[in-house]
């Protein structure tokens, strides 16, 4: 009977032991009463409990959850049934306003974000639904964090994961998405034809330009080859003139020097004159005073034989 008593009040105190210490693991926070009346958190590590009088009645995940929020069938302003899909994202602040704040947190995010969603659809047109997934998204974040602060829970995003119009409007808005597609493949090939008009436009342009530049330059490089073609002849001719001018002066000098009289150049001219007047149709006018010099061709022939 001894070992008896004993091995019973070794497993009593074994029992008692292991309901009075509870193990909370990270990320997680236990909610304890006593008697019935909450009593205190237990923190991540090591806690011990009173068996019998204090009670664990619920632990909470301090991790951001997710909660999907079923399809929901919502009516749009200009009366188009759309289905949308949404998700949220929270995170527990408060697990003893989690606990006592509401029976089911997760189910009221659910339903708040149900109701608000058809307020918010309900003034927003269904090209606008279909656009304004942030805004849907922001609009119902912020009613949740309104309803949830008093709940320990907050609303870390809200996000919109599908938006499905009617079957027949879909099809209509496919056909409309061909249409503009098409519009706006139109519109690029004209575009580009045009573009290419102009730049074939501003290629025939530049084209013409150089060309036109070109015979410029050349007009202008044959004009200066003139200019200086005609100053060269210039400059030869006057180099001409003055070379004759030269063996004229060099002439007259080399008369100066043998000592000619005037007489001798007289008798130079008058055969000069006679070669002239030797054509049929010259007629040779000789002045006055050439007259008189005549006389003297006799005296001149007589001193020109004396010299030979």
Same mark, same amino acid.
Request: glycine share 6%; proline share 3%.
């Given at each position: 009977?001894?070992? $008896? =008593?004993? +091995?019973?009040? *070794?497993?009593?105190? =074994?029992v008692f032991v292991a309901l009075s210490i509870k193990i909370v693991p990270q990320q997680r926070i236990g909610v304890v009463e006593r008697l019935g009346k909450f009593n205190r958190l237990l923190t991540p590590g090591v806690n011990i409990l009173i068996p019998i009088i204090d009670h664990v009645r619920t632990y909470h995940d301090l991790r951001i959850q997710q909660a999907n929020v079923p399809p929901q069938t919502v009516i749009t302003k200009d009366n188009v049934q759309v289905k949308i899909d949404t998700i949220i994202f929270y995170q527990v602040t408060g697990p003893e306003q989690a606990t006592y704040g509401i029976s089911d947190y997760v189910y009221g995010v659910r339903n708040i974000s149900t109701a608000t969603m058809r307020q918010i659809i309900g003034k927003m047109e269904l090209d606008e639904t279909l656009s304004g997934r942030e805004k849907i998204s922001s609009d119902i974040r912020v009613a949740l964090d309104e309803a949830t602060e008093k709940w320990g829970v907050r609303i870390e995003r809200v996000e919109v994961i599908d938006i499905q119009p009617p079957a027949d409007i879909q099809d209509a808005m496919d056909k409309q998405m061909k249409a503009e597609r098409s519009k706006r493949a139109m519109v690029l090939d004209a575009e580009a034809a045009k573009q290419d008009m102009i730049l074939r436009a501003e290629g025939d342009k530049q084209s013409k330009i150089l060309k036109a530049e070109g015979d410029k330059e050349a007009r202008i490089r044959q004009a200066e080859g =003139?200019? @200086? /073609?005609?100053? %060269?002849?210039? $400059?030869?001719?006057?180099?001409?003139? @003055?070379?004759? /001018?030269?063996?004229?002066?060099?002439?007259?000098? %080399?008369?100066?020097?043998?000592? *000619?009289?005037?007489? =001798? *150049?007289t008798y130079r001219s008058l055969? /000069? %004159?006679?070669?002239?007047? #030797?054509?049929?149709? #010259?007629?040779? +006018?000789?002045?006055?005073?050439?007259?008189?010099? %005549?006389g003297s061709i006799g005296a001149i022939g007589e001193m020109l034989k004396e010299g030979k």
């Amino acid at each position: 009977m001894g070992i $008896l =008593v004993t +091995f019973i009040l *070794l497993i009593i105190v =074994v029992v008692f032991v292991a309901l009075s210490i509870k193990i909370v693991p990270q990320q997680r926070i236990g909610v304890v009463e006593r008697l019935g009346k909450f009593n205190r958190l237990l923190t991540p590590g090591v806690n011990i409990l009173i068996p019998i009088i204090d009670h664990v009645r619920t632990y909470h995940d301090l991790r951001i959850q997710q909660a999907n929020v079923p399809p929901q069938t919502v009516i749009t302003k200009d009366n188009v049934q759309v289905k949308i899909d949404t998700i949220i994202f929270y995170q527990v602040t408060g697990p003893e306003q989690a606990t006592y704040g509401i029976s089911d947190y997760v189910y009221g995010v659910r339903n708040i974000s149900t109701a608000t969603m058809r307020q918010i659809i309900g003034k927003m047109e269904l090209d606008e639904t279909l656009s304004g997934r942030e805004k849907i998204s922001s609009d119902i974040r912020v009613a949740l964090d309104e309803a949830t602060e008093k709940w320990g829970v907050r609303i870390e995003r809200v996000e919109v994961i599908d938006i499905q119009p009617p079957a027949d409007i879909q099809d209509a808005m496919d056909k409309q998405m061909k249409a503009e597609r098409s519009k706006r493949a139109m519109v690029l090939d004209a575009e580009a034809a045009k573009q290419d008009m102009i730049l074939r436009a501003e290629g025939d342009k530049q084209s013409k330009i150089l060309k036109a530049e070109g015979d410029k330059e050349a007009r202008i490089r044959q004009a200066e080859g =003139v200019r @200086q /073609a005609k100053e %060269l002849e210039a $400059l030869g001719e006057a180099k001409a003139i @003055q070379a004759i /001018a030269e063996a004229e002066k060099s002439r007259i000098e %080399l008369i100066r020097s043998a000592g *000619l009289d005037d007489q =001798v *150049l007289t008798y130079r001219s008058l055969e /000069a %004159l006679k070669d002239i007047a #030797n054509g049929a149709a #010259n007629k040779v +006018f000789i002045p006055t005073r050439a007259v008189e010099t %005549l006389g003297s061709i006799g005296a001149i022939g007589e001193m020109l034989k004396e010299g030979k």
